[in-house]
């Protein structure tokens, strides 16, 4: 595996970090998948990204953390709107946002009840995949492209949790804890 690379153009309303009272379950969330290994270390930073819904977007954490333990408030950057035709995201914060954030963007676009977008990587369960019946997208495509995130969109229907051929996984849910106790679930299954 290796780090995504951001593949889209950002332009920043502001340098404002996000203030929302959910980021400190966020910032939970994110230190419970580095624990479990669900966010593994490659080349200096961790992988994987987490998310939740928030009134004129979505909150996400930032590109290229060196750690999701003890994460600070301007570890995440506040996704306000995307547009497609010039692959720009429009964000408040003081860092990039997520490379996968094109994937975020598209599971809250087109799945109103989610609220929780939870992107991880652990080798058990991408291999563990078929014996856990977990729909798997059927094409690779590199990470943080809209190919990927169209992948995505293809397989996921009405589940709540898939796996990207060869890449990762991702999970949601309506609420952050059921986002994370649903991966967290699959990973002692896998095991």
């Known amino acids: 595996m290796k780090e995504g690379k951001i593949r889209f153009n950002t332009v ?3 340098d404002k970090v996000p203030s929302d009272a959910k980021i400190v379950e966020l910032k939970e969330w994110c230190g419970k998948f580095q624990k479990n290994e669900l966010t593994p270390e490659v080349e200096g930073n961790y992988t994987g990204n987490l998310s939740f819904r928030s009134k004129e977007g979505f909150i996400i954490t930032e590109s ?5 333990e003890n994460l600070t408030d301007d570890c995440f950057v506040y996704v306000k709107g995307y547009e497609e035709k010039i692959n720009t995201f429009y964000v408040e914060g003081q860092k990039q946002p997520s490379s996968e954030s094109i994937m975020h963007h598209l599971i809250y676009m087109n799945n109103k009840e989610v609220n929780a977008v939870f992107h991880g990587h652990n080798d058990i369960i991408v291999t563990n995949a078929d014996k856990l019946n977990l ?5 690779e495509y590199e990470s943080g492209t809209i190919e990927l995130a169209k992948e995505v ?3 996921l229907g009405d589940t709540k949790i898939i796996v990207l051929k ?4 991702v999970s949601l849910g309506t609420t952050m804890k059921e986002a994370g106790e649903l991966a967290l679930t699959t990973l002692k299954r896998s095991k």
């Not at 060869?166 to 996984?169: I, L, P, Q, S, T």
């Open 64 to 68: 290229g953390l060196k750690s999701k």
């Open 135 to 139: 729909p798997v997208t059927k094409k």
């Open 153 to 155: 969109l293809k397989v």
């Open 12 to 14: 920043f309303f502001s």
């Open 166 to 169: 060869n890449h990762g996984f």
